[in-house]
Nanobody, 130 residues
Framework: QVQLVESGGGLVQTGGSLTLSCVDS????????MGWFRQAPDKEREFVAA????????FYLDSVKGRFTISRDNAKNTVYLQMNSLKPEDTAVYIC???????????????????????WGQGTQVTVSS
């Protein structure tokens, strides 16, 4: 069973950086594609990034391309989201999720669908001040 716990959120000024971590304590981490989503108040959950189970393929929301980097370390059962050049519009709760191993072989329109991810963490708050 996948059990995801995020950390690394906080308050940062515009232009700053944060690195989020998500650890799976269930021990089956490498079986899953991993994603990061975010949810701002009164807004729907939004796909941010995903990484294949091997770590070799990555996918991003257009507005974070070139600023955010998703990566994973299967030996540590951890997925990361390095966030640079943060903007106030990046403010949200960031949530990691685990999905089927073959999810990242699908079109982007499929990869970004939250309903296809099976396991979710509780989230970590990221606040970017202007």
């Amino acid at each position: 069973q996948v059990q995801l716990v995020e950390s690394g959120g906080g308050l940062v000024q515009t232009g700053g950086s944060l690195t989020l971590s998500c650890v799976d304590s269930g021990g089956t981490f490498s079986r899953y594609a991993m994603g990061w989503f975010r949810q701002a108040p009164d807004k729907e959950r939004e796909f941010v990034a995903a990484v294949s189970w091997t770590g070799t393929s990555t996918f991003y929301l257009d507005s974070v391309k070139g600023r955010f980097t998703i990566s994973r370390d299967n030996a540590k059962n951890t997925v990361y989201l390095q966030m640079n050049s943060l903007k106030p519009e990046d403010t949200a709760v960031y949530i990691c999720a685990a999905g089927p191993r073959d999810l990242t072989a699908q079109p982007m329109s499929v990869i970004r669908r939250a309903a296809l991810y099976d396991f979710w963490g509780q989230g970590t708050q990221v606040t970017v001040s202007s």
